[in-house]
C-alpha cells in the first residue's frame, strides 16, 4: 500500500458530540454510523460515543446494527431503516433493533417474523424526498393497519420519522408540516409515538423546531460541514489523512497517498496540501502516489496532511468536496478501507 493512514481524533469527536448534544436537548441526539461510521470505522466510534453517553444509534443495515448491538450490549437503541431479507429480520430481531418502516408490503412481513415478540417500529411519511416512505394519500390506510399488529402484539409503534433535504428552508418547512399531519393521523389511529423524528445534521444544529423528540446526526458529529455553508461553532473535523514523503525531487515531492487510496484524481491540481512547511499544492494523483511542491527543509518521512481539521493548512473534507461539485461525506467514504485507521484518545476539552 502507499503507506497513508487515517488519524481520527476521538477526543475531538467526543467533543463535537458534546457540542451537538447540547445543541439538541432536550432532544435527544442519535449518532448515524452507515458506510463504517462515515470511514472512521465502526467499532471504536461506537464505543466512543458511547461512552460519551449517546443512546441511540442509526445503523442503515441489519449486518451493521448487530454489529453496534455487539459494541454497546443492552442498553442502546439502535435504528435501522434500510429493508432486510426475513433472515436479517430475525437477526435484527434478535439484537432488539428498531427497525424504520417505510413501506406497506414490509410492515407485513416484520410482523410475519415477529411471532408474538412486539418488535419496536418507527413508521416513515414520505414528506416529499421521495425516496423511500409512506405516501401522504396511503398513509391513513398504512396507520390503521400498524395499529391492529400493535394490538396483536406483533409491532410496537415507537415512532414516526422522515427525512428531509436539509437544502431550502422553504421545501423543509413544506416537508415539516405533512409530517406533523402524520403524526396527527398515527394519534387519532390510536397509535402514541413517543419518539418522532426529522432532522438531519443541518436542520437538527440550526432549527429547534425540527428537533422534536430525535435528531439523527451525521456529517456533523464527524466534523464534516455542509457544502456552500460555514461550519457550526464547535464543531471540527475529528480524522485526517496523512501521506509519508518517499522521495524528494527539487520541483517535486512525492507522497504516499493516490487513487487506489480513494483519493479522486479530479482533485490534482486544486488544492493545497498541509505540510510541515505550511500549505503547498498538489500537483498529480497517481495510482498509489502523488506529488507535491517543496518545502524547505523537507525530509523523507515527514507527513503532509491532504485534509483534516487544518492544523497543518490542510482543507477539510467539504473544502476539497466543494472543488470537485460533491459534498464531504463523499470524500471521506470514498477512502479505502484498507488504509488504516490509527485512533488518539487525548481529551479534548471542547464545548458543551
Ligand atoms: C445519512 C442519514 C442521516 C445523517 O445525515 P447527515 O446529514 O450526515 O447528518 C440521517 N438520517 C438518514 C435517514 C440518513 O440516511
Given at each position: 500500500?502507499?503507506?497513508?493512514?487515517?488519524?481520527?481524533?476521538?477526543?475531538?469527536?467526543?467533543?463535537?458530540?458534546?457540542?451537538?448534544?447540547?445543541?439538541?436537548?432536550?432532544?435527544?441526539?442519535?449518532l448515524?454510523?452507515?458506510?463504517d461510521?462515515?470511514?472512521?470505522?465502526?467499532?471504536?466510534?461506537v464505543?466512543?460515543?458511547?461512552?460519551?453517553?449517546?443512546?441511540?444509534?442509526?445503523?442503515?443495515?441489519?449486518?451493521?446494527?448487530?454489529?453496534?448491538?455487539?459494541?454497546?450490549?443492552?442498553?442502546?437503541?439502535?435504528?435501522?431503516?434500510?429493508?432486510?431479507?426475513?433472515?436479517?429480520?430475525?437477526?435484527?430481531?434478535?439484537?432488539?433493533?428498531?427497525?424504520?418502516?417505510?413501506?406497506?408490503?414490509?410492515?407485513?412481513?416484520?410482523?410475519a417474523?415477529?411471532?408474538?415478540?412486539?418488535?419496536?417500529?418507527?413508521?416513515?411519511?414520505?414528506t416529499?424526498?421521495?425516496?423511500?416512505?409512506?405516501?401522504?394519500?396511503?398513509?391513513?390506510?398504512?396507520?390503521?393497519?400498524a395499529?391492529e399488529?400493535?394490538?396483536?402484539?406483533?409491532?410496537?409503534?415507537?415512532?414516526?420519522?422522515?427525512?428531509?433535504?436539509?437544502?431550502s428552508?422553504?421545501?423543509?418547512?413544506?416537508?415539516?408540516?405533512?409530517?406533523?399531519?402524520?403524526?396527527?393521523?398515527?394519534?387519532?389511529?390510536?397509535?402514541?409515538p413517543?419518539?418522532?423524528?426529522?432532522?438531519?445534521?443541518?436542520a437538527?444544529?440550526?432549527?429547534?423546531?425540527f428537533?422534536?423528540?430525535?435528531?439523527?446526526?451525521?456529517?456533523?458529529?464527524?466534523?464534516?460541514?455542509?457544502?456552500?455553508?460555514?461550519?457550526?461553532?464547535?464543531?471540527?473535523?475529528?480524522?485526517?489523512?496523512?501521506?509519508?514523503?518517499i522521495?524528494?525531487?527539487?520541483?517535486?515531492?512525492?507522497?504516499?497517498?493516490?487513487?487506489?487510496?480513494?483519493?479522486?484524481?479530479?482533485?490534482?491540481?486544486?488544492?493545497?496540501?498541509?505540510?510541515?512547511?505550511?500549505?503547498?499544492?498538489?500537483?498529480?494523483?497517481?495510482?498509489?502516489?502523488?506529488?507535491?511542491?517543496?518545502?524547505?527543509g523537507?525530509?523523507?518521512?515527514?507527513?503532509?496532511?491532504?485534509?483534516?481539521?487544518?492544523?497543518?493548512?490542510?482543507?477539510?473534507?467539504?473544502?476539497?468536496?466543494?472543488?470537485?461539485?460533491?459534498?464531504?461525506?463523499?470524500?471521506?467514504?470514498?477512502?479505502?478501507?484498507?488504509?488504516?485507521r490509527?485512533?488518539?484518545v487525548?481529551?479534548?476539552?471542547?464545548r458543551?
Amino acid at each position: 500500500m502507499s503507506g497513508a493512514r487515517l488519524s481520527v481524533d476521538l477526543g475531538r469527536f467526543r467533543a463535537n458530540l458534546r457540542e451537538l448534544r447540547r445543541r439538541a436537548a432536550p432532544a435527544e441526539a442519535m449518532l448515524v454510523v452507515k458506510c463504517d461510521a462515515y470511514g472512521h470505522g465502526l467499532d471504536r466510534i461506537v464505543a466512543a460515543a458511547a461512552a460519551e453517553g449517546v443512546r441511540w444509534f442509526g445503523a442503515f443495515d441489519s449486518a451493521t446494527a448487530v454489529r453496534v448491538r455487539k459494541v454497546t450490549g443492552d442498553g442502546a437503541r439502535i435504528f435501522a431503516w434500510v429493508t432486510m431479507t426475513d433472515d436479517e429480520l430475525t437477526r435484527a430481531a434478535q439484537a432488539s433493533v428498531t427497525l424504520g418502516v417505510g413501506d406497506a408490503g414490509y410492515l407485513e412481513r416484520i410482523a410475519a417474523v415477529s411471532r408474538g415478540r412486539a418488535l419496536p417500529v418507527h413508521l416513515k411519511i414520505d414528506t416529499g424526498l421521495h425516496r423511500s416512505g409512506i405516501r401522504p394519500e396511503a398513509w391513513g390506510a398504512f396507520v390503521q393497519r400498524a395499529a391492529e399488529l400493535e394490538a396483536a402484539g406483533e409491532i410496537r409503534v415507537d415512532g414516526v420519522w422522515s427525512h428531509i433535504a436539509e437544502v431550502s428552508d422553504r421545501d423543509d418547512d413544506i416537508a415539516r408540516a405533512a409530517f406533523l399531519d402524520a403524526v396527527s393521523i398515527a394519534e387519532a389511529a390510536g397509535l402514541r409515538p413517543t419518539v418522532r423524528h426529522l432532522a438531519a445534521s443541518a436542520a437538527g444544529a440550526a432549527r429547534p423546531e425540527f428537533r422534536f423528540d430525535l435528531v439523527r446526526f451525521g456529517a456533523f458529529a464527524y466534523g464534516i460541514r455542509s457544502a456552500g455553508a460555514p461550519s457550526p461553532d464547535g464543531v471540527v473535523p475529528t480524522a485526517t489523512l496523512l501521506a509519508p514523503v518517499i522521495e524528494i525531487g527539487e520541483r517535486a515531492v512525492t507522497v504516499g497517498v493516490g487513487t487506489l487510496d480513494g483519493l479522486p484524481a479530479t482533485l490534482a491540481g486544486c488544492f493545497d496540501v498541509g505540510t510541515p512547511g505550511g500549505p503547498r499544492r498538489l500537483l498529480r494523483i497517481d495510482r498509489v502516489t502523488s506529488t507535491v511542491r517543496p518545502w524547505p527543509g523537507v525530509a523523507v518521512g515527514d507527513e503532509v496532511a491532504v485534509w483534516g481539521p487544518g492544523a497543518l493548512g490542510e482543507p477539510s473534507p467539504t473544502d476539497l468536496a466543494e472543488t470537485i461539485g460533491t459534498v464531504g461525506e463523499e470524500v471521506m467514504v470514498r477512502l479505502s478501507p484498507l488504509v488504516p485507521r490509527e485512533y488518539r484518545v487525548r481529551r479534548h476539552p471542547g464545548r458543551g
